[in-house]
Structures are given as C-alpha cells and as structure tokens.
C-alpha cells in the first residue's frame, strides 16, 4: 500500500511538472516574442522608373510594382520565420499608444503564425479610447475585417512608385492609389454610439494607407507601407476570407492598472467603466492571441466579441 501511494504522489508530481515545463516554454516563447520589439527598417531595391503609358492605377500593375520593390525584403523576412513566399495567410494587430503595426502570416489559417513585420505607424490618433462618432477623429478599437481598395479622390491615397518619389505627398491621379478599408462601424460600435451619444452616425471611411496623414486612418510613411500592402495582396482571401486586424489601445502588459485608469479619466464622453468594460474585452483576445499564436475567430454575439482558435 505505501508503495502504491509512493506511485501515486510522484505520478501527481510528474504531471505537474509536465505542466509547469509547457508553462515554462510558452512563457519562454512570448518572452523571445517581447524582447524581439525592434521595428524593421524596409529595404527598397532600386528599380528602373514606370515608362511611359503604363497603366499605374491597375491593380495587377500594382502588385507586380511591389514586388519588385520589397518582394526580395519580404521574402527574407519570411524565410526567416521559417515561411513560404509568398505566405497565403496574413493577420495585422496594431496598437495606438505604441504606434506599432504588427504583420503576421502563416502557410494556412490554421497554422501558428509568425510575426513577420513590425513597423512603425506614421500618422494615427494614438490616444487610447474608441472612436463614437463621425468627425471625432478617433481610430477605433476593436476587430474589424479590411479590404483592398483602389482609386481615390483624396491626394493622400496616392503614390507615386518610383524609388526617387516613394516618399513624396502624393497627388490625385499621379501615380498609384491603394489602400485597405476597414468594415468600420460593426455592431458594438453602433450600439455604443447609440447608448452613449443618442445618435446614430459612429462615422465610417477608416482605412490603413501611406503619405502619413490621419483622421481617424492608420497611415504610414510611404516606404512602409509598400510591404504592409503587399503581404494584404498576397492574403488567400478566397478561402480565408478578409484580412483581420485588430486594433488595440495599447500593449496590456506594458500599463498596469493605475496608469489605465490615468488613461481613462481622460476620456471624452465615456466613463472609467465603459472604457475598462471595453478593454477588458480587447484584452481577452490580445491574451489568447499571444498564448496561442493562431487565427482566432471572431464574432459579435449579444452585443460582445465571441472568439475561438482557428483548428
């Protein structure tokens, strides 16, 4: 019997050290992950300027343009994360306070995924809080879904794809115009804006673009922008559909309770408890992202984000 109960507690033991060392190695891997916040410099190669007569505005003109551009740099960026190029899964996770826009990727959806830029953002509201209504000049937080778009009567969706004019104000009709768009406002945004504002306008038009210049948009200097667009090119939306991004006040870790609180005090229109109330929410998915590293499902069920891991 003593030796049956000898068994028993070194059983018990050995599971929870296997526990504690998978513990151990996940906490080992989101430390290599945090220590590893260096943004990337982008490396442009040097291309022949656009002859004459091309069609810049095309969206087939564009990704061949790019590619030539930063094809090379995103390869090694992939080959290095141990990725194929170009990679057919891609998620964007920005955060506000930070100014760091995220670029992850994997084979499939349902791979774990690997952070394949990290990049500065040039032009943003960077002060946390949602945005609630239109010509607030907030960016939201929140999940949304992003599509690609092209065409534009605003100057600052406009580049010109020549190494000597990548990082030049752009002008309509002068060069090339994309940009990604937001599915900004979903539900929640529209029920705060109701519940808070008694309205009905949380505005629209929100997008992640080059030329740095901002209300309420994600915008890049252009020479970082080039491969944010390409990698959202290259994204298999066929059989994953759009692009997910998620947008978040700030990195969680990095603002303890009583620096959130600060944060909050400071927030038009809401109080402390509607803004914590949402950022609880926001850091439900940031945790689980960054235990699991895979594509989460999201979706909006009575009022509130519903996620799981993509299997």
């Known amino acids: 019997m003593r030796i049956i109960y000898l068994i028993l507690i070194f059983s018990m033991f050995s599971c929870n050290q296997l526990a504690q ?3 151990s190695e996940t906490n080992k891997d989101y430390v290599k992950y945090q220590q590893n916040n260096e943004l990337d410099i982008v490396k442009i190669d040097v291309v022949p300027d656009i002859a004459k007569g091309i069609d810049e505005r095309s ?3 564009i990704k061949k343009r790019l590619q030539a551009l930063v094809g090379s740099y995103l390869k090694t960026k992939c080959e290095e994360n141990s990725l194929q190029y170009p990679p057919k899964f891609i998620l964007f996770r920005f955060f506000k306070l930070e100014r760091e826009f995220e670029v992850w990727a994997g084979n499939s959806n349902k791979d774990s995924l690997r952070r394949i830029l990290l990049l ?3 032009a943003v509201d960077d ?3 949602t945005k609630l209504q239109q010509g607030d000049g ?3 937080e929140g999940f949304y879904n992003s599509q690609l778009s092209y065409g534009s009567s605003e100057w600052f969706m406009w580049i010109k794809l020549n190494n000597s004019e990548i990082d030049k104000f752009g002008s309509v009709g002068y060069g090339s115009s994309f940009k990604m768009c937001l599915d900004y406002p979903n539900s929640i945004d ?3 804006t109701k519940t808070i504002l008694k309205h009905n306008n949380p505005g629209s038009g929100i997008c992640i673009h080059g030329n740095c210049v901002s209300i309420g948009c994600i915008s890049f200097k252009n020479k970082n922008y080039l491969p944010v667009f390409l990698t959202a090119m290259y994204h298999d939306s066929k059989n994953y559909g759009p692009i997910k991004i998620h947008i978040f006040p700030f990195r969680f870790e990095n603002k303890n309770i009583e620096e959130r609180q600060k944060l909050a ?5 809401m109080s402390e408890k509607q803004v914590f109330n949402n950022w609880d929410e926001l850091e439900k998915v940031y945790v689980l ?3 699991k590293r895979k594509a989460i499902k999201i979706s909006i069920l009575n009022d509130k984000y519903n996620y799981s891991i993509s299997q």
């Open 127 to 129: 002060q946390p809080g």
């Open 190 to 192: 529209c029920l705060q």
């Open 21 to 23: 060392d998978n513990k």
């Open 120 to 122: 500065p953002v040039c």
């Open 265 to 269: 005090e400071n927030m038009q229109h």
């Open 289 to 291: 992202f960054n235990q």
């Open 138 to 140: 907030k960016t939201p």
């Open 59 to 61: 969206p087939v003109f």
